[in-house]
Nanobody, 121 residues
């Protein structure tokens, strides 16, 4: 069993910053990649930013230049630094990890419970 625990969401004014954290724990042999997704009311879940265990990253066009994903492989943790936040960034943010468990050599996708980010004046 693998658990992802997110933290750092909240209410922030437009132009402000927030930092999200996600820590993975449990029966982890290795993590190949971690990512942040978000889902706004009435919309589909979308990829915000992803990071492989080699450190390469990718971003949605809407957040490029404002958000930065980083991680600590030794701690199985990923972060999302969000700057210059806009009202349209309001959503529930979910952490995702592609995990190889001790159970077998297959890769499984795990999700966190989500953390609310609200950008409003």
């Amino acid at each position: 069993q693998v658990q992802l625990v997110e933290s750092g969401g909240g209410l922030v004014q437009p132009g402000g910053s927030l930092r999200l954290s996600c820590a993975a724990s449990g029966s982890i042999f290795s993590i190949n990649a971690m990512a942040w997704y978000r889902q706004a009311p009435g919309k589909q879940r979308e990829l915000v930013a992803g990071r492989t265990n080699s450190g390469s990253s990718n971003y949605a066009a809407s957040v490029k230049g404002r958000f930065t994903i980083s991680g600590d492989n030794a701690k199985n943790t990923v972060y999302l630094q969000m700057n210059s936040l806009k009202p349209e960034d309001t959503a529930v943010y979910y952490c995702n990890a592609e995990v190889v468990t001790w159970r077998d050599s297959n890769e499984y996708a795990y999700w966190g419970q989500g953390t609310q980010v609200t950008v409003s004046s």
